[in-house]
Nanobody
């Protein structure tokens, strides 16, 4: 069983920035984030593959959110800039032990392990 240690979210204003982190208890080859807003379905945010550094973003966050990494600590970061009201959601870090193909990175069933979630609230 892989444990995913996530940082806490936060309350920010529109236009602010916030960074989430995720550290798995063992090395995983594919990681990412999904989010779920109240009353809405779970939504893909971003994914990363350690083997070749492939990074994929949802269109809704492309250009505003950036994945970075600490290779020594096998920790992933989600830098969220220019936050909007519609970014309010619980953000879940996800991971899979194996390398996943690019076409599968947006599929939640690809991931075997999910973090506890971090509440991100964007409010004026």
């Amino acid at each position: 069983q892989v444990q995913l240690v996530e940082s806490e979210g936060g309350l920010v204003q529109p236009g602010d920035s916030l960074t989430l982190s995720c550290a798995p208890s063992t090395r995983t080859l594919t990681m990412g984030w999904f989010r779920q807003a109240p009353g809405k379905e779970r939504e893909f945010v971003a994914a990363f593959r350690w083997s070749d550094l492939t990074t994929v973003y949802a269109d809704s966050v492309k250009g505003r959110f950036t994945i970075s990494k600490d290779r020594a600590k096998h920790t992933l970061f989600l830098q969220m800039n220019s936050l909007k009201l519609e970014d309010t959601a619980v953000y879940y870090c996800v991971a899979a032990l194996n390398r996943k193909i690019t076409s599968a990175l947006r599929d939640p069933t690809t991931y075997d392990f999910w973090g506890q979630g971090a509440q991100v609230t964007v409010s004026s």
